[in-house]
Structure formats: structure tokens, C-alpha cells
């Protein structure tokens, strides 16, 4: 890879070095199965009959027509269903005491609330019959006044709910000293106050979701396949919202193909699959069809915000203050309105400020569910400050970098105690900068910039800075009680070594492309001395691992791979005890190396943790007390949040004349802590800049007046494509985080985080000279053509 | 209506509805679910397969379009003892894929594009990609791979 110049994390074992993904053989042969793949005799196809209106009461649902239908085997309005929830669909983070949260169930009962809303479901022997038959399905509706735009919304004009009083579900604020943030306003030489609208996104996983309960026999479990990210937390959800025994219900999530954050929920779909298989005693499915994931499945983004920084002459930020408005659409699903906290603390970015205001209003409204999409908080956080960044340094006529460098928090100053209230555990932002800088030669890059401005070239070039810092690793189950999260943010592992001195490892992580196998199996490799190969990882089952939290929030390893290295220690805590007694020594008096235990000082007198494993099985000869078996389990609950960062470069040509954008050179450098894979972890800084990318560039879930989702299709929605986007060269530096033993940070997200302010700082930097400050997401030629000619009049572009 | 399909070089007569589609036929008829469907408006290029050699989206086409043709799906690639064809190696060795659901597209579309292309610059990867999504990767591992491919010469077609 020669455009990667990666400092490894030095390598004693595999840990450190670019091992190849264990996954890999079976997803490149089409040999891995996805829900959608799995052969289920007998089973019944659900399809969905969907509220067609944004907002409407729905009088009457007749059914009967379907159930005359080839090949139909029962069909249900919502009333029909009523009977069978032990509750309302679950909102596990209720962000206020007084939060409000209509109602909602699977079937809409007598209101639909978007476009999308199920009003009724037919069940076939086929998914074309049943879909089929959903046409025959008589639903009348009465069409009700829609609340579509979000600052509309807010101001209760129209109600997204006729049962609530105002469309605002809560306000959560965190001002910790409101005076201090009133005295750097006031005392402030210079301030900004900026407005961005973060777009709505469709996640896209190119799996769509799918789900197939199987009843078991012998009034046994329920076994509910589900393309989720989190199958321990969906039981759970499943249980209490169906009212079915927790214990009675297995969720396999078999191969997932992606998720970021749109199958970390508790759908509609999986609960219809589970009451409606209880209900005919038949395996029942359904298989999402991409235009219907559009709208069933949850959105992302979706905020308005305001940002205003205080700073002295030079560009010195004292005091950062934020507003947003957050469009939950039309229900809070499984943690709605928790997502802008998790950006409230970030919005000070990589910057050592005094005083800090976060307040953030969430609004009702008639379109899909928001939930928690790649980053979730983190990059809108991220985007507004760089972007506000970027007009702090057009203000006070400083280059970008330098105006970065003015304001970060220095690398001795960590831990570093934010004044929004977190600890940051490690951090060197401004060596990222500099290596970042380095790798685009920003020198290089003005130069150029200044050569086609000076010769009037018609394609203008743009650099674009994104420095970010982010907390993942979610989380420590304190801080989530503090911030009302119902539930906790540990992880699960077990460990154990068989009789052959093969290993299993059980996690509670839950992987969808993230390639847990691999890197689990490299910890356990360098632990316990065996080839990694040596080494099967037990995951995504709750029958097999039937403790876990699952993936999301850049946890997987910072939390679940430490579980597991706890879980190894234990393990070889056992061993030294039984190598000692077998020994004849003192447990002290053994080290062990690449899976041997040796007497200090007389090596040729050892055991292999192997040979203990069989000893430990045959159970012949153990020391006083001890359990036979080889095998220990820990679960990780973190004390902090990990925080990593680093700088990305955006370099774009924007062609003045027709204001098409070309991202033509990208460059990022990472911090995410130390480093069990270094190919896995370019990888996700690959994907997730384009997924940030695409925000800036191409993508909106784009509504009409009346609340009709227009983007429902990959025509509509403009997923980049490989000519879209160019390669991207990777630096990284290493700064350990002391949050946990492996001390690494995680980097599922961080892509995504930075590369969109990057990427529109870059282009408004292109114009700014024609005096172009802002350009609202997605930057659209049509958008860049019209900016420039409304900056700068008769210089072309349009007016 | 009866079609003969040729599938991974395995000759198979099957009645079917006329209305379904050769990405049906595959993963349904013929028990090939490697082959994915990602989209219903022929966007995604997760069902990319080869048609006599020429990838084609087998979402677009009818299994009665196919009657007397050769189809290869992704399970026809490797060796019939497992070993992995140069591009599924390539995929692997360079991290290609991650959640791996539009993988098998995308190999099929790189090996119609490297007969054609056997020397291909990364811009014409990337054009002749242009029409299979892959929301994991961000592209850059798979460009790598195909033009590693391409480098190697080592393509049997
Ligand atoms: S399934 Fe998307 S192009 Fe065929
Ligand atoms: S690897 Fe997941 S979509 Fe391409």
C-alpha cells in the first residue's frame, strides 16, 4: 500500500501487523449466508401495506379483500394486532424526566404519522404473493395536516401528533457556567455566529434488513434471525415489547452486511415476524425491499444549528455556544433522542475552551424515525465547529491551520478536562495537523491555490481542514445512567481452551463487516501463544453468547476486545496455578512466553498452556480446590470514553464555470490509540470518509411540501460510486489511550466524522476569494454555481 | 416455460414462471444465494453475474432471457478444490470487502472489466466500477485489488 505510511503499533506477536481477515474466504466464495439467504420450509412471507400519507387518521382498514388472494394466508389491520404487544415500541433513552414520546406500535392503530407507518399485513406462501395482496388491502384514510419542515415544526404551526399538545419532545441543556459563557460573549473582540443545516441521510447498508422467526418445536423457543447489529439488546426489547419469556427468545444475526447505526434499533418488522409466527405457529418472514428501507428503515442527521464562538484579536476561542433543533420524525425508536448528546460535548472540537453552552430542542415530525447513523452526534458536533473554524479564520484574516494551532488543547495537557465535562484520556492534536499537512504538502497546495486564482483559471482549487476529536468506546455505564441511558455500556467475553488446546472465544460484540474475528483472534493469539487460526470466535448467537451489548459507537474493541484480553489473563491465571502445582514451584516463580510457562531460571523445566488445557479437562491431577477446564470470563465496564482524533484534508477543484465539484486528492491522519490491525483499521478510515464524503457532496432524503419521500431509490439518492471518490492517502500517529489495558481508542467512525466538514471547507475555500462563506450540504453544482454568482455578481455562476 | 441454464458449468432444465428474474432462478432454483440483491432499479450491481463471459445485472434480465446461455455466479470462481480465483485473492489481500454483501458483484464486474480492460489506469477502474455500490469499503481497497490483478496478468478468463 504505498500510499499508507502507517507507524504500526510494534509488534512482538500478530498483534500490530496487517494480518490478512479471517472472514474473508467465506464472504468472497458466496458462501456466507444472510438472513435473506437462509432456507426456511414452510415459512410465510410478510409483506407491509404502508401508510401512503405523511399524516392522516387511518377510519377504516379492510383486509378481506387480501385474504381472497392466491396463495394468502391470513392478513391483519393494527386493531387486529392490538392484543398482542406487551407494551409500546422501545425508546431506551428517555434524554428528560419529562421527554415526551407518543406511543408507538408496529401497526399504526388509528393514525399514521409518515409516509411509511404500517397500517396493515398480509402473510403469503410467497413474498410476490404477499406483496401481491398488500394492494387489496382497503385502507381509507383521512388526510391530516403534515409538519414536514423542521424549524416549521418547532413552532407548533402543525402538530406531527393530534394526541400531543406541541411538537416539542424535550430540551436537554449542559451550560455549566452560564455566567462564564455570558462574560466571554461580552468581553469578546470577535465573535462568529454561524447557521448549518445537517441534512437527513439514508444509511444505505447495501444489505437491506431482513428478519425470519422460526418457532421451535415442542412449544420451544422462538428463533429470530434478524440482519441486526444488536442481537443481545433486541431479545431483551423483543421480550418485553412482545411478551414473550426473554429466555424463550434467540436471536442469530448471521452475516450482516453493514449497518452503521440503521440496524441498531428495534424495528416494526422484527416484532411483526415474532407475534405473528407465535400467533400462526409458523416460521414467518420478510425481506426489505430497498425502496421500502428508504422509508421503514431510520434516517440519520436531520439538525439545524446555530454555533457562536467568542475569540480574542487573534483568533483565541474563550467561549463556544450552541443551539440546534433535532428532527426526531415522526417517533422516538430505539434511541432518538439521545443522538445529539452524543455530540453536546463535543462541540468545542479539539479546542481548549473556557466556557461552553449546549442546548438542544427535539421536534416531531412527519417522516421517518432518526436514529443513531455512522458517528451519531459526533460528526455534526464535528462539522459545526470546523466550519465555524474555518470563519473564525476568514475573520480575522488567519490561515486555517494556524488558527487550529492557536487554539488547541496542548499534548501536555492531557488528561484534559473539558469545560463541557468529559476527561479526554490522550491526545497530540496538533502533531496529526502537522503530519496531515505534511502528507498534502499544504504548502505545496497555497501555492497552486494562489497560481490559478492569479491566472483567473476556471478551475479554482479549494484545501479544506478538518481537525476532530471524538469520544467513543461507549461507554462507562456511570456516565450513561447520568445521561438517562436505560441501559449500560459494558461488555461481555469468555475464553476457553479445549481439550486439543484449541481456544474459543465467546463476545458479546456483534460484527457486520468489522472483521471481530480477525482481531479478536490476533489478542487471543499473542495472549495465549497460539496461532490465530488456532482460535474460533463465538459471536452474534444470544444461545452461544448470551451476555453482550453488541456494536456500535466505535466500542467493539475498546470495550469487547478488552473484555477478552481480561478473560485471557484470567485464564492464564488459572494455568499458572496448575503449571505451578505440576511444577513443583511457586506460581511467582513462573513467566510465561509464547504460550509456555518456564521456570525463571531453569527454562528447560515448562509447561505449554496447551498440555494444561488437557490437564485441565482429564482433571487427574489438579491442585487442592481448583475446577477442572481451562476457562474464564470477565466483563468490561470502562471508566472513561476513549477520544480519538486526528486531522483529515480535503483538496477539491471546483469548476467556476459550471460548479461541479471534483474531490481530487484526500489525505487523513489518525490517532486511534494503539493498533491490533492496521489493514482493518485503514479499511474503516476508507469507508467512513466516504460515507462523511457523501453528506458533504451528494446525498439528501429529500421531502416534498406534503411530507412524500422523493429519494426512495438509488437514482434519487446518490450514493457515491467508485469514479466518485479518489484514493486516499493515510498517515497515522499512535498516542495510547490510558482508558484501557490494550490502550486503544477505536476507529469505526471517525472517517465519517471528519471528512464532511473537510470536504465543504474545502470547496467554500476554493471561493472564498469571491467572497463565498458558506454552502449549504449537499454541495450541489447547481448549489456552487448559484453561490458563487450571489457572492460575487458577474464573475459567473448563476444569481 | 422450461429453461436450460448452464450455471457454474453445470447444465440444469427447470420449469418457470415466465415474469422471473435470472437473479431469482439463481439464488432460488438454482440454490445460488451468493449472488445479492441490494436494490429493485438495477442501481446497485450487488446481483452482477456473467453472461457468457460478460457481466451482466441479473436483476435486469429474465431466467427466460438466459435459456441456452452460460451463466457464472460467484460460487463458479474459485477452483473446484477451494483455491480462491486470482481476483477473490486479490479482494482478501488487499481488504477489499468488509461486510462483503456487494463483494461478490463486484468481483464478477471486475473480471468482465479486466478482459476487456487488461491494463486498466485507476480512473478507468473506477469509471468501469461505476455502476456497483459498496457502502463499507470506500472503494480504495477494491481499485487496489483490481488493479493488482491487472498488474500480475495472471487472469485466466
Ligand atoms: S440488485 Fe441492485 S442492480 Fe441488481
Ligand atoms: S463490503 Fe459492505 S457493501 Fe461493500
Redesign the pocket.
Known amino acids: 500500500m504505498s500510499a499508507t505510511m502507517t507507524e504500526d503499533t510494534p509488534a512482538k506477536g500478530v498483534v500490530g501487523t496487517r494480518m490478512l481477515r479471517r472472514e474473508d474466504p467465506a464472504l468472497l466464495s458466496g458462501e456466507a449466508r444472510y438472513v435473506h439467504d437462509l432456507v426456511v420450509p414452510g415459512a410465510l412471507h410478510m409483506a407491509v401495506v404502508r401508510s401512503p400519507y405523511a399524516h392522516a387518521r387511518v377510519t377504516s382498514v379492510d383486509v378481506s379483500g387480501a385474504l381472497g388472494m392466491p396463495g394468502v394466508a391470513a392478513a391483519f389491520s393494527g386493531a387486529d394486532l392490538a392484543g398482542e404487544w406487551g407494551s409500546a415500541m422501545p425508546c431506551a433513552w428517555p434524554v428528560t424526566a419529562d421527554m415526551q414520546s407518543p406511543p408507538h406500535f408496529p401497526v399504526a392503530l388509528n393514525e399514521a404519522c409518515y409516509v411509511g407507518d404500517a397500517v396493515a399485513v398480509v402473510l403469503a406462501g410467497s413474498q410476490a404473493e404477499a406483496q401481491d395482496a398488500a394492494g387489496a388491502v382497503a385502507v381509507v384514510y383521512e388526510e391530516l395536516p403534515a409538519a414536514v419542515d423542521l424549524e416549521d415544526a418547532a413552532s407548533d404551526r402543525v402538530l406531527a401528533h393530534s394526541d400531543l399538545s406541541s411538537n416539542r419532545a424535550y430540551t436537554w441543556e449542559l451550560t455549566p457556567d452560564a455566567d462564564a459563557v455570558t462574560r466571554a460573549f461580552d468581553a469578546a473582540a470577535v465573535t462568529v455566529k454561524e447557521r448549518y443545516v445537517q441534512q437527513r441521510l439514508i444509511p444505505a447498508a447495501m444489505e437491506p434488513r431482513g428478519v425470519c422467526v422460526v418457532p421451535q418445536p415442542f412449544g420451544g423457543e422462538y428463533l429470530v434471525y434478524s440482519a441486526t447489529q444488536i442481537p443481545h439488546i433486541l431479545r431483551t426489547m423483543l421480550g418485553i415489547t412482545a411478551g414473550v419469556p426473554e429466555e424463550r427468545i434467540r436471536v442469530v444475526a448471521p452475516s450482516v452486511g453493514g449497518g452503521f447505526g440503521s440496524k441498531l434499533d428495534v424495528y416494526a418488522e422484527e416484532l411483526l415476524c415474532l407475534v405473528l409466527s407465535r400467533r400462526l405457529r409458523k416460521p414467518v418472514r420478510w425481506s426489505e425491499e430497498r425502496s421500502e428501507a428508504a422509508q421503514a428503515t431510520i434516517h440519520g442527521r436531520g439538525q439545524v444549528q446555530e454555533i457562536e464562538l467568542a475569540a480574542d484579536t487573534d483568533g483565541r476561542v474563550q467561549a463556544v455556544r450552541v443551539r440546534l433543533l433535532a428532527d426526531m420524525g415522526a417517533y422516538m425508536q430505539l434511541v432518538t433522542p439521545g443522538v445529539p448528546l452524543l455530540g453536546a460535548f463535543l462541540y468545542h472540537g479539539v479546542y481548549d475552551v473556557a466556557a461552553y453552552s449546549f442546548t438542544c430542542t427535539g421536534v416531531f415530525t412527519n417522516k421517518t424515525p432518526t436514529d443513531a447513523y455512522r458517528g451519531a452526534g459526533r460528526p455534526e458536533a464535528t462539522y459545526a465547529i470546523e466550519r465555524a473554524m474555518d470563519a473564525l479564520a476568514r475573520k480575522v484574516g488567519t490561515d486555517p491551520a494556524e488558527v487550529r494551532r492557536r487554539n488547541f488543547i496542548g499534548a501536555d495537557k492531557f488528561p484534559y478536562a473539558s469545560a463541557a465535562g468529559l476527561l479526554f484520556d490522550s491526545g497530540n492534536y496538533e502533531g496529526a495537523l502537522d503530519a496531515a499537512l505534511e502528507l498534502v504538502d499544504y504548502e505545496g497546495l497555497r501555492e497552486e491555490q494562489a497560481r490559478r486564482r492569479g491566472q483567473g483559471a476556471s478551475k479554482l482549487l479549494g484545501v479544506g481542514l478538518s481537525s476532530y476529536v471524538e469520544m467513543c468506546g461507549l461507554a462507562p455505564s456511570r456516565v450513561l445512567a447520568s445521561l438517562n441511558y436505560v441501559a449500560g455500556g459494558w461488555e461481555a467475553a469468555t475464553v476457553r481452551m479445549l481439550p486439543t488446546g484449541k481456544v474459543q472465544v465467546v463476545t458479546g460484540a456483534t460484527p457486520h463487516g468489522q472483521g471481530h474475528v480477525t482481531s479478536w483472534s490476533m489478542i487471543i493469539a499473542d495472549k495465549l501463544g497460539v496461532s490465530p487460526e488456532d482460535v474460533e470466535v463465538l459471536h452474534s448467537d444470544t444461545a452461544v453468547s448470551p451476555l453482550g451489548l453488541d456494536t456500535y459507537g466505535s466500542r467493539s474493541l475498546a470495550v469487547g476486545g478488552t473484555a477478552i484480553a481480561l478473560a485471557a489473563d484470567r485464564l492464564i491465571d488459572k494455568a499458572r496455578l496448575l503449571a505451578a502445582h505440576r511444577l513443583e514451584v511457586a506460581p511467582e516463580d513462573l513467566e510465561l512466553s509464547s504460550g509456555q510457562f518456564s521456570v525463571r531460571g531453569s527454562p528447560s523445566s515448562a509447561m505449554a498452556l496447551g498440555a494444561l488445557a488437557f490437564e485441565a479437562f482429564t482433571a487427574h491431577d489438579l491442585p487442592q480446590g481448583m475446577e477442572p477446564n481451562l476457562e474464564a470470563s470477565a466483563t468490561y465496564d470502562p471508566t472513561n470514553f476513549t477520544f480519538p482524533f486526528g486531522t483529515h484534508v480535503a483538496v477539491v477543484e471546483v469548476d467556476a464555470e459550471t460548479g461541479k465539484v471534483d474531490l481530487v486528492r484526500y489525505s487523513a491522519v489518525d490517532d486511534c490509540g494503539n493498533q491490533i490491525n492496521p489493514l482493518i483499521v485503514d479499511g474503516q478510515v476508507h469507508g467512513g470518509i466516504v460515507q462523511g464524503v457523501a453528506q458533504a457532496l451528494f446525498e439528501e432524503a429529500v421531502y416534498d411540501d406534503d411530507g412524500n419521500l422523493l429519494t426512495t431509490t438509488f437514482t434519487d439518492y446518490l450514493v457515491p460510486a467508485a469514479s466518485e471518490v479518489p484514493s486516499f492517502s493515510l498517515g497515522r500517529t499512535v498516542t495510547p489511550s490510558p482508558s484501557n489495558p490494550l490502550g486503544v481508542k477505536g476507529i469505526g467512525e471517525a472517517g465519517t466524522i471528519a471528512s464532511t466538514p473537510a470536504v465543504v471547507n474545502a470547496v467554500v475555500d476554493a471561493l472564498s476569494h469571491l467572497g463565498v462563506v458558506d454552502i449549504a450540504m449537499p454541495v450541489t453544482p447547481e448549489r456552487v454555481w448559484r453561490s458563487i454568482g450571489a457572492a460575487a455578481p458577474g464573475t459567473g455562476g448563476g444569481r | 416455460m422450461q429453461v436450460t441454464v448452464t450455471v457454474n458449468g453445470t447444465t440444469g432444465s427447470h420449469d418457470v414462471e415466465t415474469r422471473m428474474l435470472l437473479?431469482h432462478y439463481l439464488r432460488e432454483v438454482r440454490g445460488l444465494t451468493g449472488t445479492n440483491?441490494?436494490?429493485d432499479t438495477?442501481?446497485?450491481?450487488?446481483?452482477t453475474v456473467l453472461l457468457n463471459g460478460e457481466s451482466v445485472?441479473?436483476?435486469?434480465m429474465l431466467a427466460a432471457q438466459a435459456d441456452g446461455e452460460e451463466i457464472t455466479t460467484i460460487e463458479g470462481m474459485a477452483a473446484p478444490d477451494g483455491t480462491l480465483h486470482p481476483i477473490q485473492e486479490a479482494f482478501r489481500e488487499h481488504h477489499g470487502l468488509q461486510c462483503g454483501f456487494c463483494t461478490p458483484g463486484m468481483v464478477m464486474a471486475i473480471a468482465s472489466f479486466l478482459k476487456e480492460h487488461p491494463d486498466p489506469t485507476e480512473a478507468e477502474v473506477r469509471e468501469g466500477l461505476e455502476g456497483n455500490l459498496c457502502r463499507c469499503t470506500g472503494y480504495h481497497n477494491i481499485v487496489q485489488a483490481a488493479l493488482a490483478v491487472a498488474r500480475a496478468g495472471e487472469l485466466v478468463s
Open positions: 437473479v440483491v441490494g436494490c438495477t442501481s446497485c450491481g450487488a446481483c445485472k441479473s436483476c435486469t
